[in-house]
């Protein structure tokens, strides 16, 4: 995978660090503060010392883990906007959603990936920016991001226990009170306060990737309004985790599985999401398209009335949509006969329209060169007849 460090964003940088200086404050004093002078290591003492320290190193690893590990990008300048364009070759390249390219990474974008402006790059399954692990959090290092969540979560809320019950047992009479200087005392309150303040924060954290573990929606897409999956919160997991339940959810390594994937532009560059909403769009008004067709080349095999229609087609198709709502067998059968041709409108998007429309898009469309001046490639053009 390689070295993966985002070393030139500062707000990154400094809140990982004030994470980690966080971390350890909180160490030394639950270790010398507390645990020493309120157990003067016994059994208890030593006990509560390995617990703590233990989630200290998962917090630790977890969020290393989650800077230094690459969320998953695309790699750059690995195409142009040529491979962008359809495949025109393949005679059913009309019916395939547009391929999506990133200008500024100068690569295709596989399903699912956004641009990062952080890290300059594409990153497969983005969630989001976190400055608090310095990194992109996407497909492979979304599993670091929710350990690191959970530890932390565990880490400030033992941390907090231990503080204030060592302060009720003295406050009872249970134990002598602490030999605290003023230092001390600010200290222990300041390591309460800031455990308390980041266990609400990252348990507010943890309600949104639960939410968005169980949909299967990033952020970015939830943002775009990706249609949710009900997914139970096992299979979720699996899915970033790239395991099944097992130790590997615990700890922080990099597992095989279908998390921790690289996108290779030699993967299917025509692969997209349907829940995707431009996706759906995209097939909803292909749909549309064969309607149109399918009423216009009826109109014209049918009754002569089509012939000296000049006006606007479109109108025209809508207002006999809905006068032939009622259904008739004979339209689809005349639709199947049609001949229809593939045409591109101005955002060169393929429609199915039959022999006549398509003469006149073009001939507008030549039209508009003309008026422009400019000599290029109409705005419709003919690619090959349909059945
Ligand atoms: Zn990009």
Redesign the pocket.
């Known amino acids: 995978m390689g070295l993966w460090l985002i070393w030139w964003d500062a707000c990154g940088a400094f809140c990982f660090l004030f994470g980690e200086a966080v971390v350890w404050f909180s160490n030394y004093v639950i270790v010398f503060k507390v645990l020493g002078p309120w157990f003067n290591w016994n059994g208890w003492g030593i006990f509560h010392f390995c617990v703590f320290e233990t989630i200290i190193l998962l917090v630790e690893g977890s969020h290393f883990r989650a800077m230094l590990t690459s969320p998953g990008v ?1 790699q750059r300048n690995s195409a142009s906007p040529k491979d962008a364009e359809p495949d025109t070759a393949d005679p059913l390249w009309w019916t395939k959603p547009p391929r999506r390219f ?1 200008k ?2 100068k ?1 295709l ?1 596989p399903p699912r990936a956004h ?1 990062c402006s952080v890290a300059g ?2 990153v497969m399954k983005m969630d989001h920016y976190c400055p608090w692990v310095n990194n992109t959090v996407g497909q492979n290092n979304h599993k670091f991001f929710l350990q690191f969540l959970v530890y932390v979560t565990i880490g400030t809320l033992y941390a907090a226990l231990l503080t204030m019950s060592y302060a009720f047992s003295a406050w009872r009479g249970a134990v002598p009170w602490p030999a605290w200087g003023v230092g001390e005392m600010a200290m222990a309150i300041a390591q309460v306060v800031l455990d308390i303040f980041f266990t609400i924060f990252v348990i507010a954290m943890m309600c949104d990737q639960y939410e968005a573990i169980c949909t299967d929606t990033t952020g970015i897409e939830a943002m775009k309004r990706w249609e949710e999956r009900d997914w139970t919160i096992v299979q979720g997991l699996t899915s970033i985790m790239g395991t099944p339940l097992g130790v590997h959810w615990f700890v922080p390594t990099l597992p095989q599985g279908t998390a921790f994937y690289e996108w290779s532009p030699r993967d299917d560059p025509d692969a997209y999401d349907i829940r995707d909403p431009s996706i759906k769009t995209f097939f909803r008004d292909l749909e549309l398209q064969h309607r149109l067709a399918d009423l216009k080349s009826a109109e014209m095999l049918g009754d002569g009335e089509a012939e000296g229609g000049e006006g606007a087609p479109l109108k025209d198709a809508q207002s006999t949509l809905t006068k032939r709502k009622g259904g008739s067998g004979a339209m689809s059968n005349a639709a199947q006969d049609a001949k229809l041709v593939r045409v591109y409108d101005r955002q060169g998007r393929p429609l199915l329209v039959p022999p006549k429309i398509a003469a006149e898009m073009e001939a507008a469309a030549l039209e508009g060169d003309a008026a422009t001046g400019k000599s290029g490639e109409g705005a419709a053009r003919h690619v090959s007849m349909g059945s």
């Open positions: 695309t990133c500024k990474c690569a974008k641009h790059h594409c």
